[in-house]
């Protein structure tokens, strides 16, 4: 079905089924015609590709997607949506809708199932209650994936795409850029949606690496360290790290000297190199 950005049709769908928003689920759709196919046009899917949905909604996005990718699996947890897209969908035969949680399904299995032989990307327009760890899970399961194609509020865009040594950066920043390079797209303001939200939007794009660009030893302590750094910014490194890690600071400050790192430095003055060799001495130490 077309114009489902259309205000008027939203609303017809919603007199039929009996559909009323949840605030919980963040269940902001869109109503601008021109985001959907930009999206799709912007995410790297093409006739060989398989896409994940994550928060189909009444299918504005899936619609589009449809058009440009091989397959399109599409994941929404609210139950009474599913129904609605059958009918919104059925011009498609290369889409499925999965009843679940995204935080709760077994992405690699699904990858596995869904797209044999397929390349893969992620696009969405994500809730914005569990914006990051929807984003951290998808990075951190490694899944083989090519990119990360999401709308975000323009506040959290800014943090996930801020270089590292910026003010906006944070755990956050350090830990896309570990796996990604992420790029802000394009604008959304906020009339784009319905009901409209208080503040902007933003489209971003993550392209995964598909090896490492950093040498480091152990992960886990790699994000306790850079957790650790940035949970309190206006200290120094060593004063954080010395009571996230419950560390010795002589013990710590040799792990510096080792990492050729300044223990003075505030958390946003470090590159994600030296945060990575600060924790392989850490390690090291142990
Ligand atoms: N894609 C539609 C659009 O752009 O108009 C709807 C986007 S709306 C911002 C977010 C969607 O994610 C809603 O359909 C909501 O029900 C769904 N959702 C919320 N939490 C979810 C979760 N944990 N797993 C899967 N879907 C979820």
Redesign the pocket.
């Known amino acids: 079905m077309e114009r ?2 259309d205000y008027s049709e939203i609303k017809k769908i919603m007199s039929e089924s009996g559909f009323t928003f ?1 605030k919980a ?6 109503v601008n015609p021109s985001v ?1 196919p930009k999206m799709a046009q912007m995410c790297g899917a093409d006739g060989n590709t398989g896409v994940i ?10 619609n589009e997607l449809c058009k440009v990718a091989k397959k399109v699996v599409a ?4 139950e009474r ?1 599913p129904k609605i897209l059958g009918k919104t969908l059925a011009d498609h035969q290369n889409v499925e809708i999965i009843s ?4 709760k399904i077994d992405l690699h299995r699904l990858i596995e199932e869904k797209f044999p032989g397929m390349e893969v990307v992620v696009c ?7 914006t990051s760890p ?1 984003i951290m899970k998808l990075l951190e399961e490694k899944l083989p994936i090519k990119a990360l194609t999401v ?1 975000v509020q323009k506040e959290a865009a800014d943090r996930l795409c801020a270089q590292m040594g910026s003010r906006e950066c944070g755990a956050v920043t350090a830990a896309v850029r570990y796996y990604s390079e992420p790029r802000l797209l394009f604008k959304v303001s906020a009339g784009s ?1 319905m009901p409209a939200p208080k503040v902007d939007s933003a489209v971003i794009r993550m392209d995964v690496d598909s090896k490492p660009k950093l040498s480091v030893n152990d992960e886990k302590l790699f994000f306790k360290i850079v957790r650790g750094a940035f949970s309190q910014r206006r200290k120094t490194v060593l004063n954080s790290l010395s009571s996230a890690l419950s560390a010795d600071k002589s013990a710590l400050k040799k792990a510096f000297e080792i990492a050729q790192v300044s223990p003075t430095l505030r958390p946003e003055a470090m590159t994600l190199e030296e945060f990575a060799r600060v924790s392989n001495a850490v390690g090291e130490a142990k």
């Open positions: 489902l950005w949840s689920l963040g269940q902001n759709f869109l959907c949905e994550v928060g189909p909604g009444i299918g504005v996005l899936t994941i929404e947890l609210d949506l679940g949680d995204v935080m969405a327009n994500l809730p914005y209650y569990i929807v709308m949606f």
